[in-house]
């Protein structure tokens, strides 16, 4: 669905044109991880004056939450339409880098985002390194020092006396997801053992599976909020918890930029792929898994047909490493 209005850029557009507040602009329109990790290199462009940061429509929630002085520009996707827009700003940085942008802003000194297709390819053929972490790589594009680091501004905390937990359920990637008998484990694990409220999160194609991990839960204190609302109310959801359960995905990525503990299982994907710092505490996987990452996404089924990265969590495993995160 196209949610961006053309009136209103317009009007917005011509009264930048008269003030030139904004001289930078930052696009990266998609996807959900990725923007959220470009918030860090948004908050140090805003140090030398006010961002302007272009982004699909559908993504326009994570952008209002960075800090600092940053304007969101909620676009359709239109290569044309970034380049009307793109001539009103002296600097443009673009994380993007594909044809849309590379089309929008043909003939102009821009800073861009540089990704090794190729070192990508020997990551995922078991070449045994680690692609740099994609945070520090955005920031490089616009300036060789600062802080990467994903941030999002949190309005909530959360309820005093009550310890709640999301679990994520389902996802694009059926390889990536985390098995349904996992999470039914793992929440009966939180109820039982810690007294927790437990939410089962997910879009609004996850809602049959985790209604059915509610009903295998029973009497305990466990309940679905898989596709309600968007990602302004998946922050809002995110940022109540004291812990996330989370697979390699947008809403484990939103949750290390809002400063909740999250516990990442990796399955298909690893850290090896660079969406996460090196030092990250919150990973857990099964070892020794060779064959891993064995996709980009996490892929759609198993090459070897035996699904180790997914079969061999042991929920209790999950549940000791998680608590281990919380202070």
Request: glycine letters at 8%; one cysteine or more.
């Amino acid at each position: 669905m196209n949610l961006f209005l053309p009136w209103k850029v317009s009007t917005t557009l011509s009264g930048r044109c008269n003030s030139r507040m904004s001289n930078n602009l930052l696009v990266r329109l998609h996807s959900l991880g990725d923007v959220v990790l470009a918030s860090g290199t948004a908050v140090a462009m805003s140090q030398s004056g006010k961002v302007s940061f272009a982004s699909r429509a559908l993504y326009e929630p994570i952008v209002k939450r960075i800090p600092g002085n940053i304007e969101s520009i909620p676009l359709s996707g239109n290569w044309k339409e970034l380049r009307r827009i793109s001539r009103n700003f002296s600097t443009v940085v673009d994380l993007q880098n594909n044809l849309t942008t590379r089309l929008a802003f043909a003939g102009r000194n821009v800073k861009r985002f540089h990704f090794s297709r190729r070192l990508r390819r020997k990551v995922l053929l078991g070449a045994g390194i680690l692609l740099p972490w994609r945070a520090e790589e955005y920031l490089k594009t616009w300036s060789p020092g600062g802080d990467p680091s994903p941030v999002l501004t949190r309005h909530a905390t959360p309820v005093q006396g009550r310890f709640t937990v999301g679990i994520v359920a389902g996802g694009r990637w059926p390889m990536k997801a985390v098995p349904a008998g996992v999470i039914t484990e793992l929440a009966r694990l939180f109820a039982d053992i810690e007294g927790a409220q437990v939410l089962i999160m997910g879009d609004s194609e996850d809602s049959s599976l985790a209604e059915h991990i509610v009903e295998q839960c029973g009497y305990r204190d466990v309940r679905t909020i898989a596709g309600e609302g968007g990602i302004s109310q998946l922050i809002s959801r995110v940022e109540r918890l004291d812990l996330l359960i989370s697979p390699d995905s947008g809403p484990a990525h939103i949750a290390m930029a809002l400063g909740v503990p999250v516990q990442v299982i990796f399955t298909s994907t690893s850290p090896a792929l660079g969406f996460w710092p090196n030092d990250f505490k919150g990973a857990f996987m099964v070892d020794p898994i060779p064959c891993r990452p064995c996709h980009r996404h996490g892929g759609k089924k198993c090459a070897t047909g035996s699904e180790q990265c997914r079969r061999m969590i042991v929920p209790r495993d999950v549940f000791q490493e998680a608590m281990c995160l919380l202070p």
